[in-house]
């Protein structure tokens, strides 16, 4: 199956050897890190964690959004969604090899990663994360590859997916609360010292990663003779509108608990997101983006006129992402740093070098992608969806 | 001599169980050789259930009674100075109330002797160390006979997961090689150098207490770090903490620190 990966356009090659060399780049940035220490990025004694575990913390919401079509199509037997369940399986995979990789280029000796496993501990919720995240990849791996090779041979799957898939909607799930409780349970960082984290992040995830999807199957339905079809992309529109509702209305529920109950600690984080603290403001016209953003788009998909529309739902679903993206990212890892522990500000950007691995990470995601959604729609356009 | 396919695999299985059984032995024998040559531990040794420390900072006059402290620490242990403030290591530094505790510093109208004053801040080994929770390596580990947070610097992998859930910023990461550029002035043999991508703290001087001395801050301290085990009520942080009026920093955490500051002093009780 995976020879239709080998075969196509001129422009497939050019898009295939474009991400090479975007690696490339990020292949060498990284070994300047390797050698000189994370000392090249702007992270610091007091932001210890910045734009990888920020890039992290979105790509696991973007995996276990697939559990959208998943539920639907095997739970619900949505069948509408058969046709492009394997994009949300494959997406999954591309979003959790770039979560691993975010990871281990955050690291200062990743050479010992294996300590993780060498000394298990329990008691760490990284650890956890670490299982649940390769538990995740490989059911993705395995029952995105299996009901593909099925569907090929016009054949139902066989029969011990089905609990695997079953299995993945939990697992789903576990991933991003996992990776929410590795924020939610650190005393003395007010920001993410609270108990909606994991809600907060599942919120986000079925509102971004959603939206992803359907920007891709409009860009396959484009590109290839694969149609994912009206309906199915109007139905994860939806999950997307209710999602990002969802999302933001837990944001505020953040907002009042931190501003009403008059306590400065949980409210600092917020104000040095959105106004600024001791006349440090780098991250407000970021936040007040995501703000404008997340409101805007609720205000096209909620509309039926709107969201219908193509060309106003795919500008809804960019600022979903975009909105998403910088909240869950940066607005969440850095507000957590800031004030540090002694109610001081240093602020983070970050550098060149860490822009170049983080675009050599994201190009690996890209590569995986291409080539799984490659064969994906071979065989979608040779025999179209089989409904099993 | 000629060898059927048979006879080639009924000797390579034999040779195969010989020689993980021989690597067996091997390893057995070198564990059991590094346990017989390890010392005996110092009869000077310093010991206790809890390590903990009272300060009273009321006893350091000047800037140098500071530096006194911070220096004895940072010279033995190798600690690099660095020109980027954001690579800062510190294992022991000074800072004022108001970010000392900065849970209590919305009291404007307080004493203002207590509110101008400096603090001593180093690592709190808790008796709950968040730190500790969430290791993935276990490279930071409370140590079981005596409450210190050790760090492994070999073990860590720099993932800096420590440094977020410590409360009290008493953690640094090598963000840059600390062996380079001259950053540590002279080197101390008796205590490793750090490489890049690990993080390392204050870890109470472990390796002065085996030989049965004080940790260094509060040898050079003159009094004002007082080093001693909080579970014995006859120790003399005990007897400091009955006749003064002490603090920890955030203790509504729950990690339980292990340092206590004197605010109030023993005339007026």
Same mark, same amino acid.
């Given at each position: ?38 000392? !090249? ?29 998943? &539920? ?57 994360? *670490? ?80 939206? !992803? ?49 008059? !306590? ?14 001791? #006349? ?34 795919? !500008? ?17 890892? &850095?507000?957590g740093f800031v004030p540090n522990p002694f109610e001081r500000v240093t602020?983070? *950007? ?14 690996? #995601? ?10 994906? &729609? ?7 969806a089989v409904e099993h | 001599m000629s060898m059927n396919r048979r006879q ?18 091997i390893t057995s024998l070198g564990r059991g050789g590094l346990e017989a ?28 009674? $500071? ?138 001087? $472990? ?37 003064? $009026? ?14 206590? $500051? ?8």
């Amino acid at each position: 199956m995976f020879e239709r990966a080998l075969s196509g356009s001129n422009r497939y090659w050019a898009w295939i050897f474009f991400l090479l060399a975007v690696i490339g780049v990020g292949f060498l940035a990284y070994m300047k890190q390797l050698n000189e220490g994370l000392g !090249i990025t702007g992270l610091s004694r007091d932001v210890s964690w910045g734009f990888y575990i920020a890039q992290f913390t979105f790509l696991v919401g973007v995996a276990a959004s697939a559990v959208m079509l998943v &539920i639907p199509y095997y739970l619900h037997n949505f069948k509408k969604f058969g046709k492009i369940v394997i994009l949300g399986e494959f997406l999954a995979v591309s979003a959790v090899t770039m979560c691993m990789l975010f990871i281990l280029v955050d690291m200062g000796q990743p050479m010992r990663v294996l300590n993780v496993v060498l000394h298990p501990t329990l008691n760490s919720v990284m650890f956890w994360d *670490a299982l649940v995240l390769n538990g995740y990849l490989f059911l993705n791996i395995i029952i995105g590859w299996t009901t593909l090779a099925a569907d090929q041979k016009q054949v139902a799957p066989p029969k011990w997916v089905k609990p695997l898939i079953y299995l993945s909607i939990p697992w789903a799930v576990s991933i991003h609360t996992v990776t929410a409780f590795l924020y939610a349970g650190l005393p003395g960082r007010h920001l993410w010292l609270t108990a909606i984290m994991a809600a907060r992040f599942l919120a986000s995830a079925f509102a971004g990663g959603p939206a !992803i999807l359907v920007l891709l199957a409009l860009l396959v339905r484009k590109f290839s003779k694969f149609d994912p079809g009206q309906e199915a992309i109007q139905s994860l529109a939806k999950i997307v509108t209710y999602a990002m509702c969802a999302n933001v209305f837990f944001f505020l529920l953040e907002v009042f608990t931190a501003f009403y109950s008059g !306590i400065p600690g949980h409210a600092h984080p917020l104000v040095y997101l959105f106004a600024g603290l001791d #006349g440090h403001t780098k991250l407000v016209p970021w936040m007040w983006t995501a703000a404008v953003l997340a409101f805007a788009s609720i205000a096209l998909l909620v509309n039926p006129s709107t969201r219908q529309n193509e060309g106003t739902l795919k !500008i809804a679903l960019v600022g979903v992402i975009i909105a998403a993206w910088i909240d869950k990212g940066m607005g969440l890892v &850095i507000g957590g740093f800031v004030p540090n522990p002694f109610e001081r500000v240093t602020e983070y *950007a970050p550098t060149m070098p860490e822009l170049a691995i983080t675009f050599g990470v994201y190009a690996v #995601g890209l590569l995986v992608l291409t080539l799984l959604y490659k064969v994906a &729609i071979g065989v979608r356009e040779e025999n179209g969806a089989v409904e099993h | 001599m000629s060898m059927n396919r048979r006879q080639f695999l009924k000797l390579a299985s034999v040779s195969t169980i010989l020689g993980v059984g021989s690597a067996t032995a091997i390893t057995s024998l070198g564990r059991g050789g590094l346990e017989a040559s390890q010392a005996s531990p110092d009869p000077k040794a310093l010991k206790a259930k809890r390590w903990g420390f009272v300060v009273d900072v009321g006893m350091l006059k000047t800037e140098e009674d $500071y530096q006194k402290c911070i220096d004895a620490c940072h010279n033995i242990h190798n600690v690099p100075t660095l020109k980027n403030p954001k690579h800062e290591i510190k294992w022991i530094w000074k800072d004022d109330y108001e970010h000392t505790f900065p849970n209590m510093a919305e009291d404007k109208i307080m004493n203002k002797e207590l509110q101008e004053k400096n603090f001593l801040l180093f690592c709190n080994h808790c008796a709950n160390p968040a730190c500790v929770r969430v290791c993935p390596t276990q490279a930071t580990f409370k140590r079981k006979s005596d409450g210190i947070v050790m760090q492994d610097m070999h073990r860590c992998i720099g993932c800096r997961f420590c440094m977020a859930a410590c409360p009290f910023g008493a953690r640094s990461f090598n963000y840059v090689d600390p062996r380079k550029d001259n950053a540590i002035k002279v080197e101390n043999k008796e205590f490793p150098t750090r490489m890049i991508g690990v993080v390392e703290k204050c870890t109470a001087c $472990y390796e002065r207490l085996a030989v049965g001395k004080q940790p260094a801050c509060a040898e050079a301290s003159n009094g004002a770090i007082v080093f001693g085990d909080l579970e014995d009520p006859k120790s003399e942080v005990r007897k400091l903490m009955a006749e003064k $009026y002490t603090i920890r920093r955030k203790p509504e955490l729950g990690t339980q620190p292990s340092i206590y $500051y004197v605010i109030g002093g023993g005339e007026h009780v």
